[in-house]
């Protein structure tokens, strides 16, 4: 094991700012993080083994026990749960004989719960030893169980088609179905790779991010921050190291865009991440990939070797004397959180992912103190398509204040889920007609952290200013128990994802969840209802965008389907009822023997 | 010399320099605003939000922002101190505070900060969560349900060459402050008392003594927590 | 006009919130010419014989019998204070709160304690025993609580400025050094 060990520590240079690295390749090879391995790291490093369990134990798919041979982890988020999860987890229960959260006791199987895994249109979905299975169902399960206990690999766990397009590439060979129902700007087949490159080549640096502000290019995360901005800021450092961050780890529940970007446009990322590099004279990029779509890894890191050779990445690009760029992919480890762009760099650097406080902003001060830029993997690509087309091209789609196109992951009670990439400013209903919606109770806008919106609203447009969304779209029916079905589920999701580091988020999310189980048991009264607004004021004082938005969806709800919860309040008295004696005494009398009489 | 400029916390017109946090102004100049994760010489970290302001309207962190000329800020107003109450009542409800049984009581910063802010009784039910005590270091105990997660001890408190010696373990509300059991199997006397010192709470005390100071005598009985900042003001 | 009434109980309680009540010393006197006292240990009245201005709990609840009181109290006084850890937060009783079952409690109570001796290894079970509840709870989470005094005891000074305070229709404003958690 030590020499295992000791090779991987060396292969990242015994640096520790790449402990993420050595710890998820340690994870890889014996399926958890073996005490001995603590003890190396420790000493090669010069860090106590604290620190080190301080950040193996933040990232969810870093364990110190046997995950098991086959590691099956089942996603838990409300698409997965619209489209039969229930069934789907029973039967990997009754199949494998185990519980959820256990290993067999031969080492086999162990069986998890995971959050959103990018899915949202083929769920049921797990991951399998880092495979994706996709639209599972009870007899597919049945099969995959087999098939293990079999001692078949992972590939042939079980019979399906690979996934159109470059799902099915050697190196990525996924079941996986990209399920694009609509390209405009971003996905359109006119790209070819190059070709911005070609033409800022002959540009000085200003004028490249000139053409991004004259786009009035916005960040496609979620929170919309101009893009020239934020390499603007970046530039006007002193001379000096500078990174380009592409953010890869949408971890929003619902969203998965990036997934499909990255799949069938990966030239396009780079190529953004190469434009940036130019324009702000840095020659150091990485792609921060979330953990979940490790399957992607081995593909892309063949498309950025293809890419050096033809010297669109590397040495003196295209020619260019002193543009130099290359590219790395740096693995997350599993954490929602991590898609905040001051966790993502500190889960880079091999730390917990816990957002730092602003100022200074990652412009400034960011990866290894150095000026940073951080965006997403469709601001990238938008990048390259203004600079190929021009900004009046790109301008001239979308609406005034939210410029340019956007892509929707679409999932729930809809006929086709999946990929819509619709211009700025489209309206909801517009929008369910597209995706074949009827019957509608709620839509959810942005993911969890965004808005839940009801019937009413539908004429709403999606844009910066109305409804923004970093692209997660969940359509629920009339027939969901929107409270129990998705507000918990999400609230929950929270729980699991917060870092913990700011007070409020930590403590206030799980009262929130309290009181919500209180109102849905029936016992809620009006201070409750009051009350959850009012901690919002709390919750907004958390540091970063997880804890400020993690109250939304139950005050979202609360404040856009009052009823669903005024109708199930009691009224406050004197006597709580809450309370109930019959409940508070049964353990003892099924102690003691003791009938449980209460006199009134 | 230092650039020097004006800010007003609470109506009140103060001397700032150049690159100091607006915590560090208000002390300096008598005003007093609530901390628990900020400590003396450490990196602030703004965890626990208490030292919230409103600064030109908009709420930050005073242990973070730096203060920058023409400042307006709102410190103890009703409020701010409503919203630092809340806080602080979820810290009371999250772990479990038996404060007749603790060791630091009248010591206690938490406590010291419920008293000053006012709190007869959380709001909220308490969680009463199952919590360790974790006793098996020689010098010192971790009683897990009094931690607070400030991360206090873990930016404080190292080893001779520079070792983390206590550390975060889990992420959300399962996070625990976890100790190096090797590293700090010889921990000195002077370090473990440094260690149960920079903790806010009873989380880490020194075996074998307690109860030093009788009551009466502690830091919080007589005078509300800040009041030596506050004091200040008054020579 | 006839003076307010007071009544007092202690729940699951050491008695000890009673004791510093005793401990205003001479102003018990003065108390006496302000109120009269119902059901109260203070003057052994054992059951409510009229309706009550203000009832003074100390404790948790920790038992049916607990619950009981806590209810009769409600029903039977105007004003409810919780007066010190125990009835607040429920205090040492509730130390079993978070820690294995009510088996294991009484187990270690009756039988695995060092101190005990009960050869027949018996845990009581008598009908008359009132039921142990699943936690020991804080009484504002059972019945509606209007003030808080906190204390382990709370001082003397903070509940005889209370009951002045509430006697007079005034605000219960405690002072700094009496307003303690222990």
Redesign the interface.
Request: include cysteine.
């Given at each position: 094991m030590g020499k295992e060990v000791n090779n991987i520590i060396t292969q990242y240079d015994s640096d520790k700012k790449r402990l993420m690295d050595m710890l998820l390749d340690i994870q890889e090879e014996f399926n958890y993080i073996p005490n001995d391995a603590i003890d190396s790291l420790s000493e090669k490093l010069?860090?106590?083994?604290?620190?080190i369990?301080?950040t193996i134990?933040?990232y969810h798919f870093l364990t110190l026990k046997n995950t098991g041979k086959y590691t099956i982890y089942l996603n838990d988020s409300v698409s997965a749960y619209m489209s039969g999860r229930e069934e789907v987890e029973k039967a990997f229960e009754k199949e494998t004989g185990i519980k959820f959260n256990t290993v067999s006791e031969d080492g086999l199987i162990g069986l998890f719960n995971t959050s959103c895994i990018g899915m949202s249109d083929q769920e049921p979905a797990a991951l399998i030893n880092n495979k994706v299975f996709t639209n599972l169902t009870t007899e597919k399960v049945k099969e995959i169980v087999q098939n293990i206990k079999d001692g078949k690999d992972t590939d042939d766990l079980m019979k399906a088609e690979l996934g159109e397009g470059k799902n099915s590439d050697k190196l990525i060979k996924s079941m996986t179905k990209n399920n694009i129902n609509i390209n405009k700007a971003i996905l359109s087949d006119d790209y070819i790779p190059s070709s911005a490159l070609m033409k800022i080549i002959k540009q000085e640096r200003d004028e490249v991010i000139n053409e991004i502000e004259n786009a009035e290019l916005r960040g496609r995360g979620g929170a919309g921050f101009p893009t020239d901005l934020k390499w603007k800021f970046t530039a006007n450092t002193p001379e000096g190291k500078r990174y380009i961050f592409c953010n890869a780890d949408e971890g929003e529940p619902g969203t998965f865009k990036d997934r499909v970007i990255l799949t069938e446009k990966p030239e396009l990322v780079f190529e953004g991440m190469a434009v940036c590099g130019y324009a702000i004279n840095s020659d150091q990029g990485i792609l921060y990939l979330r953990y979940e779509y490790k399957y992607l890894k081995k593909y892309l890191e063949n498309v950025i070797n293809k890419m050096k050779k033809r010297n669109l990445l590397g040495k003196t690009i295209l020619g260019k004397e002193g543009f130099n760029f290359d590219i790395r992919i740096q693995l997350g480890g599993g954490?929602y959180v991590c898609g905040e762009e001051t966790a993502l760099l500190e889960s880079a650097e091999g730390n917990?992912g816990e957002p730092r406080?602003k100022?200074p902003f990652p412009a400034i001060k960011g990866y290894l103190e150095r000026p940073t830029v951080i965006n997403n993997v469709e601001t990238l690509s938008s990048v390259v398509k203004i600079l190929n087309k021009g900004n009046y091209w790109f301008k001239k789609l979308g609406t005034e204040e939210s410029r340019g196109t956007k892509l929707l992951s679409i999932s729930g009670d809809c006929e086709k889920p999946g990929i819509y990439e619709i211009e700025w400013g489209i309206t909801i209903n517009k929008m369910l007609e597209m995706v074949g919606a009827k019957d509608v109770q709620a839509v959810q806008v942005g993911g969890p952290s965004g808005n839940c919106i009801s019937p009413n609203q539908f004429d709403k447009q999606i844009r910066y200013s109305e409804l923004g969304t970093g692209g997660s779209i969940v359509v629920i029916g009339k027939n969901r128990d929107l409270l129990k079905d998705v507000v918990m589920n999400y609230t929950n999701f929270f729980?699991?994802?917060?870092?913990?580091?700011?007070?409020?988020c930590?403590?206030?999310?799980?009262?929130y969840r309290?009181t919500l189980q209180k109102i849905i048991d029936g016992k809620g009264v009006q201070t409750d209802l009051d009350?959850m607004l009012e901690?919002e004021?709390?919750m907004?004082?958390?540091?970063c965008g997880l804890g400020q938005t993690a109250f939304n969806p139950i005050v979202t709800t609360l404040r856009n389907f009052p009823n669903l919860y005024e109708s199930k309040l009691v009224e406050d008295?004197?006597?709580?009822q809450?309370?109930d004696?019959s409940?508070?005494?049964?353990?003892?009398?099924n102690?003691?023997?003791?009938?449980?009489i209460?006199?009134e | 010399m230092k650039d020097k400029f004006k800010i007003t916390i609470d109506g009140v017109e103060l001397t700032a320099n150049q690159g100091e946090t607006i915590l560090k102004v208000a002390s300096d100049n008598g005003i007093y605003i609530p901390v628990l994760c900020a400590y003396e010489g450490l990196k602030p970290q703004a965890s626990c939000r208490v030292c919230s302001v409103k600064v030109n309207g908009r709420t930050m962190t005073a242990c973070t922002t730096t203060a920058s000329p023409g400042m307006k800020i709102e410190n103890d107003t009703p409020e701010i101190n409503e919203l630092r109450k809340i806080i602080v009542e979820t810290m009371f409800v999250a772990g479990n505070h038996f404060c007749p049984t603790c060791e630091k009581s009248g010591d206690c910063e938490l406590q010291a900060l419920a008293y000053r802010l006012k709190m007869d009784v959380p709001r909220f039910p308490y969680s009463f969560s199952n919590k360790e005590i974790d006793a098996s270091n020689p010098k010192l105990m971790i009683d897990h349900n009094r931690c607070i997660k400030c991360k206090r001890c873990a930016r404080g408190i190292k080893t001779e060459d520079g070792k983390d010696l206590f550390a975060f373990k889990n992420r959300g509300d399962r996070i625990l402050i976890s100790i190096d059991k090797e590293l700090a199997k010889n921990i000195s006397d002077k370090k473990a008392q440094e260690a149960m010192d920079i903790c806010p709470v009873g989380a880490i005390l020194r075996k074998e003594r307690g109860f030093i100071n009788p009551i009466g005598t502690r830091k919080y009985d007589n005078n509300p927590i800040g009041n030596n900042i506050e004091k200040l003001k008054e020579i | 006009m006839s003076k307010p009434i007071v009544a007092t109980t202690s729940l699951a309680g050491c008695f000890g919130c009673h004791m510093s009540f005793l401990d205003i010393d001479e102003r018990i006197i003065d108390l006496f010419d302000l109120v009269d006292f119902n059901k109260s240990p203070i003057d052994d009245i054992k059951t409510f014989t009229k309706k009550c201005d203000i009832g003074i709990i100390e404790g948790g609840v920790a038992n049916s019998e607990n619950y009981h009181i806590l209810k009769e109290f409600r029903k039977n006084c105007k004003i409810l204070i919780s007066l010190g850890e125990c009835a607040i937060m429920g205090g040492l009783p509730a130390m079993r709160n978070n820690k294995d079952s009510i088996e294991s409690c009484l187990k270690e109570a009756y039988i695995d304690s060092p101190a005990t001796v009960n050869e027949d290894k018996i845990i009581p079970n008598d009908e008359e025993l009132p039921m142990l509840l699943d936690k020991v709870y804080p009484c504002h989470e059972i019945v509606k609580i209007d003030y808080f005094l906190p204390g382990c005891a709370p001082r003397a000074d903070l509940i005889w400025d209370a009951l002045v305070a509430l006697l007079n229709g005034k605000e219960i404003d405690p002072k700094y050094k009496t307003y303690k958690f222990d």
């Open positions: 010069n860090l106590s083994k604290v620190h369990l301080e134990s933040f954490a917990r406080y100022p729980i699991e994802e917060s870092c913990g580091s700011c007070v409020p930590r403590n206030l999310t799980v009262i309290n009350n901690w004021n709390v907004k004082m958390n540091r008295s004197d006597i709580k809450t309370f004696i409940k508070a005494i049964q353990e003892y009398c102690t003691t023997g003791r009938k449980p209460i006199e | - | -």
